[in-house]
T-cell receptor, first 111, second 116 residues
Framework: GQQVMQIPQYQHVQEGEDFTTYCNSS?????IQWYKQRPGGHPVFLIQ?????EVKKQKRLTFQFGEAKKNSSLHITATQTTDVGTYFC???????????FGPGTRLSVLP | ETGVTQTPRHLVMGMTNKKSLKCEQH?????MYWYKQSAKKPLELMFV???????ENNSVPSRFSPECPNSSHLFLHLHTLQPEDSALYLC???????????????FGEGSRLTVL
């Protein structure tokens, strides 16, 4: 079945440093979504990417969808303590039915 | 406030108890979901309802029984659970209907379940 992997599992950065998490799917995706879950909180939708090679930006966050639509990345520039949390990617297959979450990357930001 | 409300927020139950988790969405969405989040596994989809019809049941043990009486309400009935069922149970909703279940998910704050 469809599998979605993320690396790294954990990342500790100093405030102000950049951070990137990578998401890889075993199958071609119709779309990919990113969610953020703060400690003790629930996942909150960040963005959805649909097109091959698509790049979207939200302030300090840059999201990218691979040309083959099997991988994606989230890059945070100049991290802040408010960026702390777990970042999940989730991908849907081309049939629009299977939607699988990756295991997440937990980000810690040291002040 | 996400528009998706879950109760109770915390639940402790014995293995012989019967309890229910409740989810209500105020967003006018067509699809509702139950996810399980445990410490060592990714978010696991348990059930999906689209327009009150169950469209997915991911090999979930029968001790978990979902109910969707209308498009705004979703229940998860629990009976004779095991300690390994202890987890955060998240309800979510989305605009998507039967044709496409990959729309943006709006999650509730979750029900933290502990089975003794």
């Amino acid at each position: 079945g469809q599998q979605v992997m993320q690396i790294p599992q954990y990342q500790h950065v100093q405030e102000g440093e950049d951070f990137t998490t990578y998401c890889n799917s075993s199958t071609t995706l119709s779309n990919i979504q990113w969610y953020k879950q703060r400690p003790g909180g629930h996942p909150v939708f960040l963005i959805q990417l649909v097109k091959s090679g698509e790049v979207k930006k939200q302030k300090r966050l840059t999201f990218q969808f691979g040309e083959a639509k099997k991988n994606s990345s989230l890059h945070i520039t100049a991290t802040q303590t408010t960026d702390v949390g777990t970042y999940f990617c989730a991908g849907g297959d081309n049939y629009g039915q299977n939607f699988v979450f990756g295991p997440g990357t937990r980000l810690s930001v040291l002040p | 406030e996400t528009g998706v409300t879950q109760t109770p927020r915390h639940l402790v139950m014995g293995m012989t108890n019967k309890k229910s988790l409740k989810c209500e969405q105020h967003l006018g969405h067509n699809a509702m979901y139950w996810y399980k989040q445990s410490a060592k596994k990714p978010l696991e989809l348990m059930f999906v309802y689209s327009l009150e019809e169950r469209v997915e049941n991911n090999s979930v043990p029968s001790r978990f029984s979902p109910e969707c009486p209308n498009s705004s309400h979703l229940f998860l009935h629990l009976h004779t659970l095991q300690p390994e069922d202890s987890a955060l149970y998240l309800c979510a909703s989305s605009r998507a209907g039967l044709a496409d279940l990959t729309g943006e998910l709006f999650f509730g704050e979750g029900s933290r379940l502990t089975v003794l």
